[in-house]
């Protein structure tokens, strides 16, 4: 380990503190070469622990010295292996602690550059930014962020688009503050994600549709929609296996697809208040309706009509 680095830190051993100066002089001076060791980074990990106070300066480095360690200094260049992964979650979960948000945000960062990484690290980092938003009560415009980014990381779920695991976890965080004051991108975020999901799950073959069903594309907040999609696939509702997974019954899945179908080529059909009830203790369990899941069946009959008529039935 640096020696510089062993001295200050115990000098924080005897007076558990540190002024602002010290730390930048850390960032800018011990690390001004990057991390070359894993005994460096570590030791970064437990100067980390002793900065309570959040300094934009420190967070940003602290990520980029970490993650530049993992993706650059130890091989495969690019990728996390199932190994870094472990050494990563043993590092931010010391003593079974809750990750803070500096270090929920270094597994976010991890995810976006990495070309590939373990399927326990993005869940991991799913479940950290889920617990975050349950623990505050609400979810307010920073946390809703961080899920967009987790549920968006290109290292992230291994899927094209939203997986099971993943609707259930956002089912069980919005359960958890359904009707808590969150902030309003909760709620698009949270309905265009369970519709990717939904839309996927029910395709007769999503994988030839990897592009159109791209989870970066409909999490987008920019997105004027994604009404794009639903209309590609308009033709084809009437054959194939649509809502074959939603069921996993034959004949109502072909009356699924009839519907879907008849009320996509009139392009008028709407569903109903309580049609909308019913799908959602179908997929939800819940008796009540958040305005999370409220938005997600107002995008629904808004962006694709027929295909929310083919989710009451089949669902």
Do not use: C
Request: glycine residues 6%.
């Amino acid at each position: 380990m640096n020696q510089d680095l062993q001295i200050v830190l115990a000098r924080f051993a005897k007076l558990g503190e540190m002024s602002e100066s010290e730390a930048r002089r850390i960032v800018d001076d011990v690390y001004s070469d990057g991390i070359v060791s894993r005994g460096e980074a570590e030791a970064l990990f437990r100067l980390n622990e002793l900065l309570s106070e959040s300094d934009p300066l420190w967070d940003a480095r602290f990520e980029e010295a970490i993650k530049d360690f993992l993706l650059t200094r130890e091989p495969p260049q690019g990728w996390v292996t199932d190994e870094e992964a472990d050494w990563l979650l043993g590092q931010v979960s010391q003593d079974g602690e809750t990750p803070t948000l500096r270090e929920i945000d270094l597994l976010l960062n991890v995810l976006r550059y990495a070309e590939g990484a373990p399927l326990s690290l993005s869940r991991f980092a799913l479940q950290a930014v889920a617990e975050r938003i349950k623990a505050n009560g609400q979810a307010n415009s920073d946390m809703v962020d961080r899920m967009r980014r987790v549920l968006s990381a290109p290292a992230g779920e291994d899927n094209v688009w939203i997986s099971q695991y993943e609707a259930r976890v956002l089912f069980e965080t919005n359960d958890s503050i359904a009707f808590a004051k969150n902030h309003i991108s909760w709620n698009d975020m949270f309905a265009r994600a369970i519709g990717n999901h939904l839309m996927a799950r029910s395709h007769p073959d999503p994988v030839t549709e990897a592009d159109a069903l791209s989870r970066e594309q409909w999490l987008e907040q920019s997105s004027g929609g994604v009404a794009g999609v639903f209309g590609r696939m308009v033709a084809s509702f009437a054959d194939g296996s649509w809502f074959q997974k939603i069921t996993y019954d034959g004949r109502k899945a072909a009356k699924a697809r009839m519907a879907a179908n008849d009320a996509a080529l009139r392009q008028a059909e709407k569903v109903t208040s309580e049609e909308h009830g019913w799908l959602i203790r179908q997929i939800g369990g819940d008796d009540k309706i958040s305005p999370a899941e409220r938005a997600l069946l107002d995008f629904l009959a808004r962006e694709a009509p027929g295909f929310a008529h083919g989710l009451t039935i089949a669902a």
